[in-house]
């Protein structure tokens, strides 16, 4: 059973306006957040992460924002560009540290 | 600066095969780890390494046996390979347990 669920599997955008990804999970003891994203043929790379003590963590054009009460966390992207295209895994981490990936979302960022 | 580097990038085998996927970091890294990666599953821990000299199942472990050979190297050994191990496998290390490095990934394909 999924513990972190991305029920969107993609997303449109156009360049210029915000991206908005979204991330579900079920465990109460996640305490580590994170987000990879992932072009083809390449492995994932670490992107943004969050803490379980904060709710908002920036880091330039993107921003991840955590509800703890309704365990759900999100990314955004301000302003998208092309080359934000790629698929995103949303990530959480327990206190052994073990990661559960979600099934990621594929955005495509259009002209 | 080459990071995480796994071969073969590509395999076909038939059922019954074996084969072993090779992975090393070049980091430093205490932690690495194997993932399989199928269509809307995430990415899912098939075995991890927190040291030199230890090895611990993941979520998927069935199926694989994996060697650390020492603190760059980490493979993973398919005994005799079926169609259900067909998959993109990525190898990761990691000095901090939640941020992963990944290397370039491996098509498999069990026919």
């Known amino acids: 059973d999924q513990q972190v669920k991305q029920n969107s599997p993609s997303l449109s955008v156009q360049e210029g306006r915000i991206s908005i990804l979204n991330c579900d999970y079920t465990?109460?003891?996640?305490?580590?957040f994170l987000w990879y994203k992932k072009y083809p043929a390449e492995g994932p790379t670490f992107l943004i992460s969050?803490?379980?003590?904060?709710d908002k963590n920036e880091d330039g054009r993107f921003t991840v924002f955590l509800n703890k009460s309704a365990k759900h966390l999100s990314l955004h992207i301000v302003p998208s560009q092309p080359g934000d295209s790629a698929v995103y895994f949303c990530a959480a981490s327990d206190s052994w540290g073990k990661l559960q990936f979600g099934a990621g979302t594929q955005v495509v960022v259009t002209p | 600066n080459a990071g995480v580097t796994q071969t073969p990038k590509f395999q076909v085998l038939k059922t019954g095969q074996s084969m072993t996927l090779q992975c090393a970091q070049d980091?430093?890294?205490?932690?690495m780890y194997w993932y399989r990666q199928d269509p809307g599953m995430g990415l899912r821990l098939i075995y991890y390494s927190a040291s030199e000299g230890t090895t611990d199942k993941g979520e998927v472990p069935n199926g694989y046996n994996v060697s650390r050979l020492n603190k760059r190297e980490f493979s993973l050994r398919l005994e005799s390979a079926a169609p259900s191990q067909t998959s993109v496998y990525f190898c990761a290390s990691s000095e901090r347990v939640e941020k992963l490095f990944f290397g370039s990934g491996t098509q498999l394909s069990v026919l």
């Open positions: 465990n109460s003891m996640f305490d580590y």
């Open positions: 980091m430093n890294h205490n932690s």
């Open positions: 969050i803490s379980s003590i904060k």
